[in-house]
């Protein structure tokens, strides 16, 4: 069979079950991020709701403004601790 151009991979090659991570494309093991980056992505989600909460009910500001300074808490630990290289 022929190469299929621009996709490194060939036509009608199956690797089997014991085959190296590179050839079947899956990570050998799982890797669901680090402890210090779910709890900064919890003190995201958390501020977000805060900060909704304040909007719904009755319009409280301080607890709006509570809630976005949660998020922007929860961004800058994320950007510190470098979340963004914690993907597969």
Do not use: C, K
Request: charged letters at 5%.
């Amino acid at each position: 069979m022929a190469d299929q151009e621009g996709s490194g991979t060939v036509v009608g090659v199956h690797a089997g079950p014991g085959a190296p991570a590179s050839v079947t494309g899956h990570a050998s093991e799982p890797f669901h991020g680090r402890p210090v980056s779910w709890v900064a992505v919890s003190i995201i989600v958390v501020g977000f709701i805060v900060g909704g909460l304040g909007l719904v009910f009755g319009s409280n500001w301080p607890v709006f403004w509570i809630g976005g300074g949660l998020a922007v808490l929860g961004g800058l630990l994320g950007l510190a601790t470098g979340i963004v290289n914690d993907w597969y």
